[in-house]
């Protein structure tokens, strides 16, 4: 979508990107980029890291074609609970794990 267009029609691209959006409102609350919030919602989800496959696979399937697992939207959403009912701290070190430089 063009910057143009957004401007003259912000919801549309809300509705485009559909479950997207809440994924980015997540990153926000948290202050963590997109695919640190993929990130740790596959943890949170399976118990284990991303694979360096299914990281590759991931960034296809949301960055280029949009698609939203089930499991990312639910962390995001209980992320977004979290900060509705003021229980979100985003300075968390376990959410920061995966910041430039602090892979540990």
Not at 35 to 46: C, G, R
Not at 61 to 76: D, L
């Amino acid at each position: 979508m063009n910057f143009f267009k957004v401007l003259m029609n912000p919801d549309q691209e809300e509705k485009e990107l559909g479950e997207q959006v809440i994924v980015a409102k997540a990153a926000n609350l948290l202050q963590v980029g997109e695919f640190q919030l993929l990130q740790l919602a596959y943890v949170d989800w399976h118990g284990e890291e991303l694979g360096e496959e299914m990281a590759s696979v991931l960034i296809k399937s949301y960055m280029i074609e949009h698609q939203v697992p089930p499991w990312a939207r639910h962390y995001a959403r209980k992320i977004m609970a979290l900060s509705e009912s003021g229980q979100l701290d985003d300075s968390e070190p376990s959410d920061h794990r995966y910041d430039r430089g602090d892979l540990s």
